[in-house]
């Protein structure tokens, strides 16, 4: 009887703690997430306020140097920019909605910064977008820290929730 038990409790406290572990690292993924952002906005900047680079040129410019979740993104918007003839950019921004809240795990506040900058780039003149640009990137600053934020709260809660559950099942079961 002990034989049978003790793998199912193992199995239980492990699929609790991974559980746990997985939750928690939702929040270290939205930090790195909106890092990567941040940093692909800002040489997204570089290349159509000082290269003077129109958008398609300049997403494709910037692939390599940014992170392969983020640039699906990007990438995301290149096509739309490529079969969608409606002309407005903001739609081909829209499009990245969902892939942004499920795969980077990024909040619609994150979302809504980076919708922003489908709004402005285009339909302003140069000195205006570059005002843009910057209080985008300042925007996404105050994100990452709150993100730091809720991460040092509570990736280490669930984390720690996730073992202590998987313990208390155990113990229950016992």
């Avoid at 140069?126 to 925007?139: A, C, M, P, S, W």
């Amino acid at each position: 009887m002990i034989t049978l038990k003790l793998p199912l409790l193992i199995i239980i406290f492990t699929v609790c703690t991974l559980l746990g572990f997985a939750y928690g690292g939702r929040y270290s993924k939205r930090v790195v997430s909106l890092m990567s952002l941040h940093e692909s906005i800002r040489l997204l900047e570089t290349e159509i306020m000082v290269f003077a680079n129109p958008l398609p040129l300049a997403i494709e410019n910037i692939k390599t140097r940014i992170s392969l979740e983020v640039y699906k993104a990007y990438e995301i918007i290149f096509e739309e920019i490529r079969f969608n003839k409606s002309g407005d950019l903001y739609n081909c921004f829209l499009m990245t909605s969902e892939y942004l809240e499920k795969t980077c795990l990024l909040k619609f506040e994150d979302i809504d910064v980076f919708l922003s900058l489908g709004k402005i780039i285009g339909k302003t003149n140069r000195i205006d977008q570059e005002q843009h640009f910057k209080y985008i990137l300042n925007e996404l600053n105050q994100l990452i820290e709150q993100a730091k934020e809720e991460k040092n709260c509570n990736e280490k809660m669930y984390r720690s929730l996730g073992i202590l559950m998987g313990l208390g099942i155990v113990i229950i079961l016992i």
